[in-house]
């Protein structure tokens, strides 16, 4: 899963929000830095990767794309579940992400200096334009996938990636409704953890 759906996940919890968004940012003994609930963050975006790579419903849609771009399947996958999660009216409407999306970065705006570095740089891009809520938009999803290609040391377009996308948008869509609820229900269970 891609930004919209770690933020989503956090649950409005303002520490297991930032954790969540900045994980990948994050390496080794670094997360100690953090306090409590951010560490709590971190542990729950690693489960939701971990959950999201070994689902079968994963490694079926990755094969899509596996056979242009190997080891970044799953992260081309990433990018096209928060496409159809910003479109799941089950989780939003068109409203209703908007608003989320406000929150989100209004809880974040109030964590900016304990962002790692990269995530720092990031950060200013991803709320001026509001990725978050984009991500609803093929436009969108066209320039997210890009941007996994052009993060990647050994990927050179990813124009193909988009087009698989198209090619397969239903197949893509109905794999999706079959794996976020069983995400969703696992990230909630994970949560109730933490409360005890």
């Known amino acids: 899963m891609n930004f919209l759906a770690h933020a989503y996940l956090s649950f409005n919890k303002p520490g297991i929000l930032v954790g969540n968004m900045i994980s990948d940012f994050v390496k080794g ?3 100690y830095d953090y306090s409590e609930q951010i560490q709590q963050g971190i542990a729950v975006h690693r489960e939701i990767d971990r959950f999201t790579d070994v689902h079968p419903v994963t490694k079926e849609a990755k094969e899509i794309f596996r056979p242009a771009y190997r080891l970044y399947a799953g992260s081309l996958m990433d990018v096209i579940y928060d496409h159809f999660l910003a479109l799941d009216e089950n989780e939003f409407t068109g409203e209703s992400l908007k608003v989320f999306t406000i929150n989100t970065y209004a809880l ?4 900016t200096d304990q962002f790692p570095e990269k995530f720092r740089g990031m950060y200013p891009y991803m709320k001026a334009h509001n990725w978050l809520y984009n991500y609803r938009y093929r436009e969108g999803i066209e320039k997210s996938l890009a941007g996994v290609v052009r993060r990647a040391k050994y990927l050179e377009e990813s124009d193909t990636a988009y087009l698989l996308f198209n090619e397969h948008y239903n197949q893509l869509k109905n794999l ?3 794996f976020f609820p069983e995400l969703k229900i696992m990230t909630v269970n994970l949560m109730k953890q933490f409360d005890h």
């Open 176 to 178: 999706y409704q079959l």
């Open 108 to 111: 974040l705006d109030q964590f």
């Open 29 to 31: 003994k670094r997360k």
